[in-house]
C-alpha cells in the first residue's frame, strides 16, 4: 500500500525528469490515492471541478485537477500518511524481530530505501 501510495504522489508531485511521469494518472482517470483524498476533502465547487475533469487527456484538465489537489494541500497530508506510515512499520519490525526471524536491521534497510524515493 505504501509503495503504491507513493508512486500516486511522484506521479503528480514528483519531478517528471526524474520519475519520467506527468500526470498520467490523472488523465488516465486512475483511482488513485490522490484521487480518494481529494474526493474526501473537497468542497463542493472543488469536487465539480474533479468530477469534470478527472480522466480526460488535456492538458487544462490535468491542470485544474492538479490545482485542486493544491489547494487541498495533499502535498501535506501525504507527508503525514508516509510519516504515520514508517512509523506503524517500524513498530511492526521492532515487534516482530527475534531469535528465528529474519534481523530486524534487515527490514528497516528495505524500508529506508523506499522512504522518501524520489522515482
Known amino acids: 500500500m505504501a509503495c503504491l501510495t507513493l508512486d500516486d504522489f511522484l506521479d503528480v508531485f514528483g519531478d517528471p525528469a526524474v520519475t519520467g ?3 498520467s494518472d490523472i488523465a488516465e482517470g486512475k483511482c488513485s490515492w490522490l484521487a480518494a483524498e481529494a474526493i474526501q476533502r473537497a468542497s463542493a465547487s472543488q469536487l465539480r471541478i474533479l468530477e469534470e475533469n478527472y ?5 487544462t ?3 485544474a ?3 485542486v489537489f493544491v489547494e487541498l494541500d ?3 497530508v501525504y507527508a503525514d500518511f508516509e510519516t504515520t506510515i514508517r512509523t506503524e512499520i517500524l513498530d511492526l ?3 516482530s524481530s527475534s531469535p528465528g526471524n529474519l534481523p530486524g ?3 528497516r534497510s528495505v524500508l529506508d ?3 522518501r524515493r524520489s522515482k
Open 93 to 95: 519490525i521492532a515487534r
Open 61 to 63: 484538465a490535468v491542470a
Open 113 to 115: 530505501l523506499l522512504h
Open 21 to 23: 511521469k506527468v500526470s
Open 105 to 107: 536491521d534487515f527490514f
Open 74 to 76: 495533499l502535498s501535506a
Open 55 to 59: 480522466g480526460l487527456p488535456d492538458a
Open 65 to 67: 485537477v492538479k490545482e
